[in-house]
């Protein structure tokens, strides 16, 4: 995983010839840029051609091959290239330096530590005495070394005196590694945002020097951070650009690594068919290369796919192979992982007693990951469960709640926090099995609570920053009667899920299916909806299906023609709960009965309870842009929309932002937060990967056009309502607990106290109409969700019965959220 080496470059005395210097420049560069086999097929052409032990040539070449057989990861090939002694006559020498260079990361990586260490400190001292252009490259291998020994203030240190000399000496290379060996460690230590900042600066630099094995290792070490943040869909692209361009620079060696970290990112997402396969292919290379940490690592992960199987035998099995390799070299990583893979053992096999042994190991030791450690927790309070000891169970669940919740707010980049649940979100699942089992669903109620909009809360600064169990001032039928709305809050679990209806005198729970039935017949009813005509069609079937599992529990709880507001949850962030079909009297979409918002937590809730409808009815209207080029052509019912929604505010209140003058820079320079009512009407754009590069497509300004969510949540908004008339303004991402993240979450973060976005690609042809039948019905004093519903049923009840209109791919992608 480490970057390791920088290549300040070999220096070598001026020659008039032009061959061997030439060749040996060219064989350097290609090193430096990571075509190690273009490199080493060069070099070894040089060693046929200066085969005399009497030449520098001969002694340049071979050392050179040497620190191409370790950049390959072929250590013990490169030991026994330098087996033996330099000639006195370069004892002194720039080359005597790059040998204890060579030989120290050559036994670092093999795991020798006081071999690499005798040879690097040789290596300083001549370097400090007669080469001091060397010391750089000295620190950035003197760091590797202590990132290897597991001293990651000391790599720090180290890494740092090398980045500072790099500068110093405009040695890009070596500054591409010092950057990426710096993002590494903070990632070891657990400070992620800070070292994809680092890996980000890497990364620009090694693309710039075409530094091919630099690109190659930065993808990878970026990917692990993102990996730990939970952000699997980063995590996993990553990884894949670090195994393509390993492949280019004919890297084998850390291919190991991003197979083991692929397979990963498909285990944690729950694909284990493709997880097995990925380590399978990992475990072969790792032989290939002898790398026992990767062996080790391979066996580990196989054991932990064996229990997700339920196969203990197999899992035992695995473990030993591990434990094996554990035996010769002690990577404290990897040993607290077999710790945790042993206790869950210890528990297939009830022997509780040496399960809470292994666990509390992990606990108390000081090497421990906050995520190992977490784990560690929750599986000690399911293993005091299987005790029947409750009252520790319940204490250690809230222990591991809590340091999750401390390693969440460590984050200091918002974005970084957004997906950071999506790893831990089981144990918060676990905790709530556990206190349904017991007959508590209201405390189960409160840790559901305490994972939803995390981020967006800490943004409002609407509750405390930090997680408390119980819930301060937590009372859910206070805000179903301030709302005058059931709330339906749903929980979607791996084995269980669960749904609170919430009404102003009462709370009821049910169980529901777990989340692979769920998410099927979501997926499946995502697409019928789309082509649906009515609510007898032939996606009616998925949609009854959907109705029966969500709803149909709670039906008596909801009062016919009442307001409800669902809190979604997983699989449920991206469906429209107003299509599900009702399947009697007659077969309908359940809009036709209730009026539907959609919320991010209770606690947000409550604080919008208090809010009071605004006094001015104030418009900044932003559209009819010039596009920026093919990829978002003009729209031709842009002006109509614009002018329907115009007419509903008088011309004082009114800012009109168009044409040329619509850009990103314009719209944060209006000071949008005077206004009540904000609308867009132009493209939006919905990054699945990075959601808050989200943005809605304005007018030109030199190359920008793009208001990214990112900037948009940093101006704050006081507007009632803003409508984004574009397609997937809901964003098309969504996090555990977080919900989708775009464009609406992003307004909601600045302040917005409604959002409408759209879920899926919106019409044309029939947009206009609703938001005129819309802002219709809302100066009619009615609240944005009762309008919304109106003016959707004006199309489904169309008098038109071949009316295209009817179908709810015209009226019911946008979908209402309430902000706090």
């Known amino acids: 995983m480490l970057l390791g080496v920088g290549l300040a470059g070999i220096g070598c005395k001026k020659e008039a010839s032009y061959s061997p210097e030439q060749a040996y420049q060219d064989s350097w560069l290609k090193l430096k840029r990571g075509d190690t086999a273009a490199a080493l097929l060069e070099t070894d052409a040089a060693l046929r051609k200066y085969s005399s032990p009497g030449s520098e040539w001969y002694w340049r070449f071979l050392h050179l091959k040497a620190e191409i057989l370790v950049w390959q990861r072929r250590s013990a090939e490169a030991l026994l290239l330098l087996r033996n002694p330099l000639p006195s006559s370069y004892a002194t020498t720039d080359l005597a330096v790059w040998r204890g260079l060579t030989l120290g990361m050559a036994n670092a990586f093999l795991l020798d530590f006081d071999s690499a260490q005798h040879h690097l400190s040789e290596a300083e001292s001549l370097a400090r005495a007669q080469h001091p252009d060397l010391l750089g490259e000295l620190e950035l291998r003197k760091g590797t070394l202590a990132f290897y020994r597991q001293d990651f203030a000391a790599a720090a240190v180290a890494y740092q005196n090398s980045l500072g000399i790099a500068r110093e000496q405009k040695n890009g290379f070596l500054q591409a590694a010092a950057l990426g060996s710096l993002g590494l460690v903070a990632t070891k230590i657990e400070h992620y945002d800070e070292s994809i900042d680092w890996n980000r600066q890497a990364l620009q630099l090694s693309q710039s020097l075409d530094a091919q094995v630099s690109v190659a290792k930065t993808f990878g070490n970026m990917g692990w951070a993102y990996y730990e943040l939970g952000d699997f869909e980063n995590a996993l692209n990553l990884y894949e650009q670090a195994i393509a361009a390993s492949k280019k620079a004919g890297l084998k060696g850390p291919q190991v690594d991003w197979q083991i970290n692929v397979g990963n990112v498909h285990h944690s997402k729950g694909d284990f068919a493709a997880a097995r396969t990925d380590y399978q292919e990992a475990l072969t290379l790792a032989r290939d290369f002898d790398n026992h940490i990767a062996i080790t690592e391979c066996y580990e992960n196989l054991a932990a796919l064996d229990l997700e199987a339920g196969e203990l035998g197999p899992a035992e099995q695995n473990a030993r192979r591990a434990s094996a390799f554990l035996q010769e070299h002690n990577e404290p990583y990897l040993q607290l992982y077999a710790h945790l893979i042993g206790a869950r053992i210890e528990i297939g096999k009830t022997n509780y007693a040496g399960a809470e042994k292994l666990l509390t ?16 927790e929750a599986r000690l309070a399911e293993t005091y ?156 079937a998925e949609g009854t299906k959907l109705y029966s599992m969500l709803v149909e529990p709670a039906k008596k709880l909801i009062p016919a023609g009442s307001r409800v507001i669902v809190l979604p949850s997983e699989s449920l962030y991206g469906l429209n709960f107003e299509t599900l079909i009702v399947p009697d009297p007659q077969p309908h979409f359940w809009i036709e009965d209730v009026t539907l918002t959609t919320g991010n937590s209770l606690s947000l809730l409550a604080s919008s309870a208090t809010r009071s409808a605004p006094k001015e009815k104030s418009l900044f209207l932003v559209g009819d842009t010039e596009s920026p080029g093919p990829a978002f052509p003009p729209l031709p019912q842009v002006r109509e929309e614009m002018k329907l929604v115009e007419k509903y505010f008088a011309t004082s209140q009114t800012r009109v932002l168009e044409g ?50 990112r900037d948009i949540v940093k101006h704050h908004l006081n507007a009632s309502l803003v409508t984004i008339s574009a397609c997937n303004g809901s964003g098309t991402r969504a996090y555990s607990g977080e919900g989708l993240v775009g464009l609406s979450w992003a307004f909601l973060r600045a302040g917005a106290h409604n959002v409408i976005g759209a879920l899926w690609e919106v019409s044309e042809a029939s947009t206009p109409q609703l938001m005129d039948a819309f802002y219709g019905e809302l100066f009619q004093d009615k609240d944005p969700a009762t309008a919304l519903r109106d003016a959707k049923l004006k199309l489904l009840h169309s008098p038109d019965a071949d009316s295209v209109f009817k179908k709810p791919f015209y009226w019911a992608p946008f979908q209402l959220y309430a902000g706090s």
Do not use: C
């Open 361 to 376: 190991q992990v606990i108390r030791d000081q090497h421990g990951r906050a995520s190992q450690i977490w784990e560690a």
């Open 385 to 540: 469960v299987h005790e029947r000891r409750k009252g520790d169970a319940d204490l250690e669940y809230r222990t591991a709640l809590q340091t999750i919740e401390r390693a969440r707010v460590s984050l200091k980049e918002e974005g970084l926090r957004l997906s950071f649940l999506s790893s831990p979100i089981s144990y918060y699942g676990d905790y709530i099995d556990f206190l349904m089992s017991q007959g508590r669903p209201n405390e189960a109620l409160e840790v559901a609570e305490v994972s939803r909009a995390r981020t967006l809360a800490d943004g409002l600064e609407t509750r405390a920053s930090s997680l408390k169990l119980p819930v301060p001032n937590f009372h859910p039928q206070e805000v179903a009667q301030r709302l005058r709305a059931t709330l339906l809050f749903y929980w979607i679990g791996q084995d269980h899920s669960y749904l609170w209806v919430i009404g102003p005198s009462k709370t009821a729970n049910f169980r529901l299916a777990k989340s692979s039935e769920i998410e099927t017949a979501v997926k499946s009813y995502e697409k019928a909806v789309l082509e649906m005509h009515d609510a007898r069609d032939a996606g009616s």
């Open 660 to 709: 040329k003058q619509a850009t990103p820079t314009a719209y944060l320079g209006s000071n949008p937060e005077r206004f009540s009512y904000v609308h867009f009407v132009t493209h939006g754009t919905a990054s699945q990967t990075r959601p808050l590069e989200s943005a809605v497509i304005l007018s030109k300004e030199g190359d920008s056009y793009k208001l990214y969510a």
